[in-house]
């Protein structure tokens, strides 16, 4: 991962902390649900008040808010003296009663002691967290009681203010935000598969994600995305793909017939040196590969970035391959020049037989039916088409070195996936296919 990604978690993490902070959790009994009577609950343990012990039912028609904190929880320390202001103006109208599981010889310290608290003349049942009662996990947490008894809402500590008291004493339902904790925390699954329980993520809220799985996703197709833009996020998507694939993503961004880089998604253009030759497919691995458990040789990768990092997501995904691939099995992929031997397309004599006539764009090579036509289209859009539809299981690498870029009009009445017909049909218009051995680009997966 980018270090200013790290540095960024790393900060978001502290921050988090301080706002909002969780206390321990020790659930046995089901928890009161909004509606519900609140049973007369004793309170105990009273400090800083006139007397250690009251009941719930003591408060008998009153607004009662239990706000429950802790002396560690930044926020919750901030919250109390604007409850304490609170109390003091609406008087016995309401009951502010903060609760702490802290003991009550912590809280008469820090009271003593802290500067921001020293002042309160709040009460706080200490020694308790009330669990039983309510749902929580994250502090401060307020508990809405009315008048009589009844469980009116669960806020956080923003939502306890002057208006909203009012709108209640009034006789008016004010419009409260409710509070909902996520009380799962798996720590032994992923954020986003289980960790928090049954918790749904906003899609929106996902800023950086990369994520591969191993083994293949039943009744998911075999498809392969490179960096486009989604709901203003850059994604790349690689589902149910083998290593060389994956690799063909991240080193060759763009596959378009403009990116002359497309002849890298070959089969022919990857050269596999490193171990493990049964996960990749080629004519002289394909009886291995196809013993080869799905499980162990076929993966789905996502990446999710601001769509302002587009550019850099291949680069990413290929530190993302390198850094898997390369701790499992100690591969890791590059592109580099290779001396290998090539079917390069030439171009000999005159173009009066090829040169387009204008009229439609397009190049036809549909498998399902013979012949290959291509009209007012250049050798690279041809190429691009033919090779990517017809015939990309071809051992032998091939390249254009015909230099010629003006469009092309072509007929030809040849099965378009046998090469050798294609390469007769070719010749006779001066499109002449040579054996030759060329430094080029290749994939090149190997041992690190």
């Known amino acids: 991962m980018n270090s200013k990604f790290k540095v960024l978690l790393f900060i978001l993490g502290i921050y988090s902390m301080l706002l909002f902070a969780q206390t321990p959790t020790t659930q046995t009994e089901q928890p ?101 009662y309510f749902n929580y996990r994250v502090i401060p947490h307020e508990v809405w009681i009315d008048g009589n008894g009844k469980y009116i809402a669960t806020t956080a500590s923003e939502e306890v203010n002057e208006n909203k008291i009012r709108e209640y004493l009034q006789g008016y339902a004010p419009k409260l935000t409710p509070k909902k904790d996520i009380m799962v925390r798996d720590r032994t699954k992923p954020l986003l598969i289980g960790a928090l329980g049954d918790y749904k993520f906003d899609p929106g809220v996902l800023t950086y994600s990369s994520t591969l799985i191993k083994g293949q996703i039943k009744g998911l197709a075999s498809t392969g995305a490179r960096a486009y833009v989604a709901n203003d996020k850059a994604m790349i998507k690689a589902y149910n793909v083998n290593i060389q694939l994956l690799y063909q993503i991240a080193l060759v961004p763009s596959f378009s017939p403009e990116n002359k880089d497309f002849y890298l998604t070959a089969l022919s253009r990857t050269i596999w040196e490193g171990n493990h030759k049964n996960y990749f497919y080629s004519e002289d691995t394909k009886n291995e590969y196809k013993l080869t458990p799905d499980s162990l040789k076929i993966f789905t990768y996502e990446m999710v970035l601001p769509k302002d990092e587009i550019k850099n997501m291949p680069g990413y995904m290929l530190q993302d391959l390198n850094r898997y691939f390369g701790s499992q099995f100690g591969l890791e992929g590059v592109k580099e020049k290779r001396l290998v031997k090539c079917w390069a397309l030439t171009f000999v004599g005159d173009d009066e037989e090829i040169r387009s006539k204008g009229g439609k764009s397009y190049v036809d090579v549909d498998r399902n039916k013979k012949g290959i036509r291509i009209n007012n289209s250049t050798i690279d859009q041809f190429m691009f088409w033919w090779m990517g539809f017809s015939v990309f299981n071809f051992s032998i690498p091939i390249i254009n070195e015909t230099n010629y870029n003006l469009p092309i009009d072509l007929s030809l009445d040849v099965d378009q996936k046998n090469f050798d017909e294609v390469r007769k049909e070719l010749a006779k218009v001066g499109l002449v296919f040579k054996l030759v051995e060329r430094e080029i680009d290749m994939i090149v997966i190997k041992n690190k």
């Open 32 to 132: 009161l649900k909004i509606g519900d009577t609140v049973p007369d609950i004793t309170f105990n343990n009273i400090v800083n008040w006139h007397k250690t012990t009251a009941k719930l039912g003591d408060f008998k028609g009153k607004l009662v808010i239990l706000d429950f904190w802790a002396t560690w929880c930044v926020p919750c320390v901030k919250t109390l003296p604007k409850l304490d202001s609170l109390q003091a103006k609406f008087k016995d109208e309401i009951v502010i009663l903060p609760i702490t599981y802290e003991s009550a010889e912590k809280i008469l310290s820090v009271f003593k002691t802290n500067p921001t608290l020293n002042k309160l003349k709040l009460p706080s049942v200490t020694s308790t967290n009330l669990k039983q």
